[in-house]
C-alpha cells in the first residue's frame, strides 16, 4: 500500500503528538520500524493532551512547528481559516495515498479546497461505567437521563461520599449537557450564520443548571473537588484507578487508556446511550478524532508524507499502531486489523464506534464549538459555580455575552 519508494537519507524529521502512554509506545515502536526500513531519523516529540495546544501555539506563531503533527478537528478556524495554514497534502499524492479514505472523511479536513489535515478516525463521547463499582451499588446502568441523576443519591447512601456515578471535566460537561439541550429542543449550540449563540438567555441558563443539579445529586464531583486531586489527567487520579469516579463522558477513541489503569480486577462496560421521547437527534458530538498535519513551514514535506503513509497505509505501521487513534478510516487498515483479530467488538473503542453509528446525528456539531476560548470560559464559569462566587444565573449570563463576542471574532464573515 505504499505511496512511493522509501529512499534512505539522514535527515531529521520532526514528528509531534499527544496522548497517553499506550499511544506513545505504539508511536515510538511504529517510528523505530520506520526509521529501520528507510534510514531517515524522526525526532519525536510527545505529551499529554494538557498544553499540547498551547506549546503547538506558541511553536506556529514562531514557525518552529513539527515537520508532520497530530492535529484537532477545532484547530482548523484557528490556524488555518483560509486553508493555507499547513501543507496541501492533495498535492502530496506521489508520498502520500489517499485512496482508502472516503471523500466525505477528507472534506472534514479540507478548507477551500485544500487538505489540511487527514482525519484518521471518527469519535464521540459516550457512556462507559465501571462494572464492578455499579454492581457494589446494587444498580444497572443508566439508560434514560432521569435514571443517571437519581443514581448519584444511591452510590452516596450505598457507598459513601467519595463515590460517584460519573467523573466530569468541563469539556466533558459542555459536551454532555449540548448533547441534552440538542435532544430536547432540536437546535445546536452555535448559530454560525449570525455569529452567535442558538439558545436564548433562559436556555442558557438550564444549561448551566444541568450542571450545578449533577453536582447536587452526588452524580459527578466538582471542578473544586476534582482540582484538589492536582493537575494530572483523570485516568492518572487516584479516585479513578481506584474506582470511586465510576463513569465517564468520553471519546470512544481514547477510552482505552482509561480502562487500562484501573485497579484490577475492575473494567469498564459500554452504557447505552440517553435519548429523550420524541428526540430526532442524539446531540453526539461526532467529529474526527484527530487529524495528522503537515507544516507549511516544512522543508521536506514529501518525508513528512512517507511518514504519515506509512503509518496510516502500510501493513507494517498499521499493525504496530493497532487502535491507538481509535477505529482508522482508512479501508485497507481496518482490513489488516480485523484480519489480524485487533478489530473485534470485545474492544471499547470498536463497540463504542458500532453504538456511535447506530445514533441518530440529525443536528451537526460547529466547529467551533471547541473554540479554546470558549470551552475556557465555560470551564471558568463552572468553577466559580463551585467556589460559590457565582449563581447558576450569573455563571450563564457572564458565559452567554463573553462567549458571543469570542463567537463574533472566531467566526468570519
Known amino acids: 500500500m505504499a505511496a512511493g519508494s522509501t529512499v534512505a537519507q539522514a535527515e531529521e524529521l520532526r514528528f509531534s503528538w499527544w496522548g497517553g502512554n499506550s499511544r506513545h509506545e505504539a508511536t515510538n515502536a511504529a517510528v523505530d520500524v520506520y526509521e529501520a526500513a528507510s534510514g531517515n531519523v524522526v525526532k519525536t516529540e ?11 501555539t506558541t511553536q506556529i506563531a514562531g514557525k518552529t512547528e513539527p515537520d508532520l503533527m497530530q492535529t484537532n478537528w477545532n484547530w482548523l478556524p484557528i490556524f488555518s481559516p483560509k486553508g493555507d495554514g499547513f501543507h496541501d497534502l492533495r498535492t502530496l499524492s506521489a508520498q502520500l495515498d489517499l485512496s482508502q479514505f472516503d471523500e466525505s472523511a477528507l ?15 471518527m469519535a ?11 454492581a457494589d451499588a446494587g444498580l444497572d446502568f443508566p439508560t434514560t437521563w432521569d435514571e443517571l441523576m437519581a443514581a448519584g443519591p444511591v452510590f452516596q447512601e450505598k457507598l459513601g461520599d467519595k463515590y460517584f456515578p460519573l467523573v466530569l471535566e468541563g469539556r466533558d ?16 449550540m452555535i448559530d454560525e450564520a ?18 450545578a443539579d449533577m453536582v447536587e445529586n452526588h452524580v459527578t464531583p466538582s471542578s473544586k473537588y476534582i482540582a484538589s486531586f492536582g493537575a494530572a489527567n483523570l485516568y492518572e487520579h487516584k479516585p479513578w484507578i481506584n474506582g470511586e469516579w465510576a463513569g465517564l463522558y468520553m471519546w470512544n477513541s481514547a477510552i482505552n487508556k482509561y480502562g487500562n489503569n484501573l485497579q484490577p480486577p475492575m ?12 428526540a430526532a437527534s442524539s446531540g453526539l458530538f461526532y467529529k474526527p478524532g484527530l487529524m495528522f498535519s503537515i507544516s507549511k513551514n516544512s522543508d521536506q514535506p514529501e518525508e513528512a508524507a512517507k511518514l504519515l503513509n506509512f503509518l496510516l497505509n502500510e501493513k507494517e505501521g498499521i499493525e504496530v499502531m493497532g487502535l491507538q487513534r481509535g477505529v482508522p478510516l482508512n479501508k485497507y487498515a481496518r482490513e489488516v486489523l480485523a484480519e489480524n483479530g485487533t478489530l473485534n467488538n470485545s474492544d471499547l473503542s470498536v463497540s463504542g464506534l458500532a453504538l456511535i453509528n447506530e445514533l441518530p446525528k440529525q443536528v451537526p456539531t460547529s466547529g467551533h464549538f471547541e473554540n479554546p476560548q470558549l470551552v475556557a470560559l465555560f470551564q471558568e464559569n463552572i468553577e466559580q459555580m463551585d467556589h460559590g462566587q457565582k449563581t447558576v444565573e450569573e455563571a450563564a449570563m457572564s458565559f452567554y455575552k463573553q462567549g458571543e463576542r469570542i463567537l463574533r471574532r472566531a467566526i468570519k464573515k
Open 46 to 56: 510527545y505529551t499529554g493532551w494538557g498544553g499540547h495546544l498551547e506549546r503547538l
Open 107 to 121: 472534506a472534514l479536513g479540507t478548507i477551500d479546497g485544500k487538505l489540511n489535515s487527514l482525519p484518521v478516525s
Open 124 to 134: 464521540a463521547r459516550i457512556f462507559y461505567f465501571n462494572e464492578t463499582v455499579w
Open 173 to 188: 460537561v459542555i459536551a454532555m449537557n449540548r448533547s441534552y439541550m440538542v435532544q430536547k429542543y432540536g437546535i445546536p
Open 194 to 211: 449570525n455569529r452567535t449563540f442558538a439558545y436564548s438567555e433562559d436556555q442558557m441558563v438550564e444549561f448551566f443548571q444541568l450542571y
Open 267 to 278: 473494567t469498564l462496560a459500554l452504557g447505552e446511550y440517553p435519548i429523550l421521547d420524541g
